[in-house]
């Protein structure tokens, strides 16, 4: 049997969100570059475009590359654009919370833990519409297989229509 | 010679024998029920099956029991083992007995075993084991009653035989067993992911689940396969309670056994303007019907990123009116002009709106992820306003774009860091969205966006002013330098706050 707890785990964000959010971004661009045409034709729009491209090119990397939830050896970690975040200790972790965020047109989901001195901490895990329902799913089900004892908001374990 | 057969229990006093300990451990499990076994004596000296009338004679040698066992549909039979407790009834020794069981109610027959009854005591003959099939391969349909019967013979003239009882144990596995087999089953959830439905590998229902409104069961028909049943949890039969993770829940009683934890560990996750969440033992805020699921997914990730696109569009385009409101600029262009310059302005507003929403939706929550949201606001307000007068081939006040993506900056990060109103999720369509709680949340968040975004709009506005005071046009140093711009916009944060503040209390 393969003892879960063991296995080092990425939760990577939906990629179908993070392509379309950079296509809707490149077609914006396009259509602004488009407006110097009317001047006649010129290499600035492909000039704006090469180089707006090569800023971009990094966020677009390290949101689909570098950002993702990683659970290794009882211990879950956050990074975000490659940027690793401190480990948090899930034999820690009391509960699974979501809250809104932005008027609530978007759900954070957090862990809450207790600090050593017996308060409690909260540690941001994802954004709610950023992840696949179904790693959703899987990274809860690893979370409570680690520690069983972690109290899950049921609204994030029973989606209704 | 009398020669009779007979079936009563161990203790003489009728019935049938409990369970004297055939059970094993591990994987295989034993059927344990003598269930509706019934017992027809014949007579065979005519070779007739027939049984015999209500009295019968001597000359009955033979027994029929038929017995009905709940087998498990995709069950591997194991072994089949039959005990005998018997003695002899007169002087005759090493009286033979033969078993045989039938899967198709008496119509054939497996090989017959043979026990050699010796003795006037009460003495256990076993025949086969938990590995003994008889010389077949059963399956679990031919357990049930009026198909799986046991014959037992005797050699009618001998002396008497007494069968004190006859038990007779089916020992199977099913899946995660040993010598399992996989069958495949599909599972039909309802509208609150509890099971409804089973269905095997060809599409047959093999069991209907259905509930009342708090989970106990209205309809439970079919084969017991699913261990998780209303809303798609573990079902305990044994306790008649479902394993809610943190609680088990009664649905008898609508009601968990215990307290929700919140009310003994944070009591500012309590909903005071929520009067049915302060029930520390209720189940789905008494709504078990509909329970909606503020997920936060009021509209689509890429939906929202489209939201704040043409949201940034309205700001760009106002921003580049106020602008030309200032210089009077708008006048002095061509119809063309006009055309590229507000289409430049838009498109910009609409990728610092989309992008800064991507980046919500895909910045992973906390400081860094404010940061991120925050960053790639910045990054993107300064690129498009260098790109933007670019493509428009004007130059561009690397102070005016600065300080845009620093307010740019500070207003999608800091609106993410606003506090929040404990209690569910707002969600759109629904009465829940319209709490008090959400819209004082919404108020306050809608007022300290709107005041940023003021405070910003101004201040650009005001260092442009300053910039074409000096005889600058859109760019170019001007006579306020870049400390006492950031000590004016310092100033007018303080403000800000204040008024935030003063706003707050008042709450």
Known sequence: ?161 | MVATVEHTSDSGGGGIPGDTGFKTTGTVEVNTGWGNMTTTRINTSNNSDAACSATCDNTDDAQLSDYSFGIPSGATINGIEVVAEMAEGGSADNIPVGFSLSWNDGLSWTSVKTATVDGTTDTDYTLGDSSDTWGRSWIDTEFADGTFRMRLDKNPTVDNLFVDYLRLKVFYTTDGGESSTTTVAYIHPDHLGGTNAITDDAGDVVQTLDYYPYGTKRIESGQDLSQREYIGQYYDEDTALSYLNARYYDGARGQFTSQDPVFWEDPLRQNLQNPQSLNSYSYAENNPIVKSDPTGRCVGPLVAVCIGGGVGAIGGIANQAFNDYLTGEFGERSLREDFKTYGVAATQGAIVGAGTAGAILLAPVGIAGTAIVGGTAGTLTVGTTYGGNYLLNKPTDPTNAIVGGTVSALTAGTLRTLPQVVGRNPNFGTQAFYTGAHTQRQATEEFFSNSVNTFAQTANRFISTQNYSAGTSNGGGGSSSLVQQLQSLVSSLKGLVSSLSSSNNKK
Do not use: C
């Open chain 1, 1 to 161: 049997m393969t003892n879960i707890q063991n296995i080092k785990t990425r939760f990577y964000l939906d990629r179908t969100v993070a392509h379309g959010t950079f296509i809707i971004l490149g077609v914006l661009l396009v259509l602004m570059a488009s407006f110097s045409l009317l001047d006649g034709l010129s290499l600035r729009p492909v000039i704006f475009l090469l180089v707006s491209g090569a800023i971009l090119a990094p966020f677009w990397f390290g949101f689909t590359q570098g950002t993702y939830v990683e659970i290794s050896d009882k211990k879950l970690r956050v990074s975000r654009m490659f940027f690793r975040g401190k480990y948090t200790s899930l034999s820690n972790a009391i509960s699974i919370h979501q809250r809104p965020i932005y008027g609530g047109l978007f759900a954070e989901v957090y862990l809450k833990v207790r600090k050593p001195d017996g308060t409690f901490r909260e540690q941001g895990l994802i954004n709610k519409p950023g992840l696949k329902e179904g790693d959703m799913k899987k990274l809860l089900e690893m979370i409570r297989s680690i520690n069983p004892n972690i109290e899950v908001d049921q609204d994030l374990l029973h989606k209704t229509p």
